[in-house]
């Protein structure tokens, strides 16, 4: 659903902050207290893999969120893999004659657990939304393919009007377009960066599109509220109608991003 979506796409922070520093350093006290074990070796590599394991799981989230189809089922495999191995460092392994780990060890493993509950609840909101998240790089593609012919097509539009010298403002106007286009890309790029910088793409993602579009539709119509005049000349008139086809292709894309992200 589009809760569970937007869910999913704050889970980049919580692997890569807290996956990465509250887990490797649990697990590094936990690699040197348990060296006075008598099964040091056993414990010590269960610990070592659970802390490249943790690293994949970041890893594997993060492309993800990006949109990379292949990384969902590595993140399941970590993901499995690490409860596996912590299941065995607190429970024991009866294939492997090992006991459960020290009574000296268990808080850092309790400190492990309690990351891990939130982690792996992260973990399974992106495989639930694996669907929509893809969605998303889908749709950023289809944007991204679009917007420089969008942008060569303003950039006619200011010539023509610097060449029929129009008025500084209807000049200024389509300036700022090709400005707030070029912003669009960018930040449409970075809708797949994940964590705090896709909240903030996202949000002057859509920022920009809505102004772009009041803008653009004021320029072809006319909207005296913005101040904008109706562009009389027929070369830019018509490259602005241009702009207005990819634009509505554009801005149903971006619609659908921001309804399935934060």
């Given at each position: 659903s589009a809760g569970q979506a937007k869910a999913s796409n704050k889970v980049v922070v919580l692997l890569s902050v807290l996956l990465l520093g509250t887990i490797i350093l649990a697990l590094f006290t936990f690699l040197h207290v348990s060296q006075?074990?008598?099964?040091?070796?056993?414990?010590?590599?269960?610990?070592?893999?659970?802390?490249?394991?943790?690293?994949?799981?970041?890893?594997?989230a993060l492309a993800a969120a990006r949109g990379d189809t292949d990384a969902f089922a590595m993140l399941k495999k970590s993901r499995d893999q690490f409860a596996r191995i912590l299941q065995e460092l607190r429970e024991g392994s009866a294939a492997d004659s090992l006991p459960p780990s020290p009574q000296e060890v268990k808080p850092q493993l309790d400190a492990v657990d309690r990351s891990w509950i939130r982690l792996n609840q992260?973990?399974?909101?992106?495989?639930?939304?694996?669907?929509?998240?893809?969605?998303?790089?889908?749709?950023?593609?289809?944007?991204?393919?679009?917007?420089?012919?969008?942008?060569?097509?303003?950039?006619?539009?200011?010539?023509?009007?610097?060449?029929?010298?129009?008025?500084q403002h209807q000049v200024f106007l389509a300036t700022n377009?090709?400005?707030?286009?070029?912003?669009?890309?960018?930040?449409?790029?970075?809708?797949?960066?994940?964590?705090?910088?896709?909240?903030?793409?996202?949000?002057?993602?859509?920022?920009?599109?809505?102004?772009?579009?009041?803008?653009?539709?004021?320029?072809?119509?006319?909207?005296?509220?913005?101040?904008?005049?109706?562009?009389?000349?027929?070369e830019v008139e018509q490259k602005l109608r241009e702009v207005a086809m990819l634009f509505t292709t554009i801005k149903q894309h971006a619609e659908e991003i921001i309804r399935i992200t934060p």
């Open positions: 006075r074990s008598s099964y040091d070796e056993k414990y010590l590599l269960r610990s070592s893999d659970e802390r490249i394991h943790s690293q994949r799981i970041a890893k594997f992260g973990v399974e909101l992106v495989l639930k939304n694996q669907q929509d998240i893809l969605g998303v790089g889908q749709f950023v593609k289809v944007i991204t393919d679009l917007l420089p012919q969008l942008q060569r097509n303003f950039e006619d539009v200011v010539k023509i009007l610097l060449k029929q010298k129009a008025s377009q090709l400005m707030l286009a070029q912003r669009i890309e960018h930040n449409a790029s970075r809708v797949l960066a994940g964590g705090q910088a896709t909240d903030i793409a996202i949000e002057q993602f859509g920022k920009d599109a809505e102004q772009f579009g009041k803008v653009l539709e004021g320029m072809l119509r006319g909207d005296a509220e913005m101040g904008i005049q109706q562009v009389t000349n027929a």
